[in-house]
């Protein structure tokens, strides 16, 4: 069993992991207790590469109304036509990157994400093919690029950053890579997908 193989085995074989509980607080104070969170789904995009897994990340249009600017997994809201929201997931990431990705190789997901713009994100992990070509839409995506999967997953590479809100501490992450600063829920999302995979050496 390869490196691959065996990263694939411990995130199917762990227990699923549950996000910070300080994140919980925060979205409890940012909304009443009767919203309902919109539906929506993002593809963490698994590529082969000589050296082990890259993951395709993208950097968000500056003109976007939520998050511009942001490092962020490809993916979006829910539409009524879509036939549930693995199809959302593969969808938005061919409209957003031009990225194709068959059904068949979607391999798990982790756990659903509330976020302070209102969606309930349900993140699904994919390989993809080494040899898909990306064409990012201007009017979402600024870049496209990969990170190494064995670097996001480092725990030494996530920093952890606290700050106060309403007389509670409440914690972050960021994960530097080259110039891009990876952050909020996509930070929350490898945190939280490291978790799963390195569970039983914590």
């Not at 789904?41 to 976007?64: C, D, M, S, W, Y």
């Not at 511009?68 to 009524?80: H, L």
């Not at 990431?93 to 031009?98: L, Q």
């Not at 990225?99 to 391999?107: F, G, S, T």
Request: aromatic share 10%; with cysteine; glycine share 4%.
């Amino acid at each position: 069993m390869n490196e691959q193989q065996q990263l694939l085995t411990r995130f199917l074989m762990a227990p699923s992991q549950q996000y910070d509980k300080s994140h919980k607080r925060r979205i409890d104070h940012h909304f009443s207790d009767d919203i309902n969170f919109k539906p929506a789904a993002v593809l963490i995009p698994l590529v082969p590469r000589k050296q082990g897994f890259n993951v395709v990340l993208t950097r968000r249009a500056e003109h976007l109304k939520h998050h511009p600017g942001q490092i962020a997994f490809p993916g979006g809201r829910f539409e009524e036509t879509d036939n549930d929201l693995i199809t959302t997931a593969l969808r938005e990431t061919y409209e957003e990157t031009g990225i194709i990705c068959q059904r068949n190789n979607v391999i798990g997901q982790l756990t659903p994400l509330a976020t302070t713009s209102g969606y309930i994100v349900t993140p699904f992990i994919s390989t993809i093919s080494s040899n898909y070509s990306a064409k990012p839409d201007p009017g979402e995506v600024d870049a496209i690029f990969e990170v190494p999967l064995n670097y996001l997953l480092d725990p030494q590479n996530i920093k952890s950053h606290q700050f106060h809100l309403r007389g509670e501490s409440h914690r972050v992450y960021a994960i530097p890579y080259n110039n891009y600063s990876i952050w909020g829920a996509t930070a929350q999302m490898i945190k939280l997908l490291s978790n799963q995979i390195w569970e039983d050496k914590k």
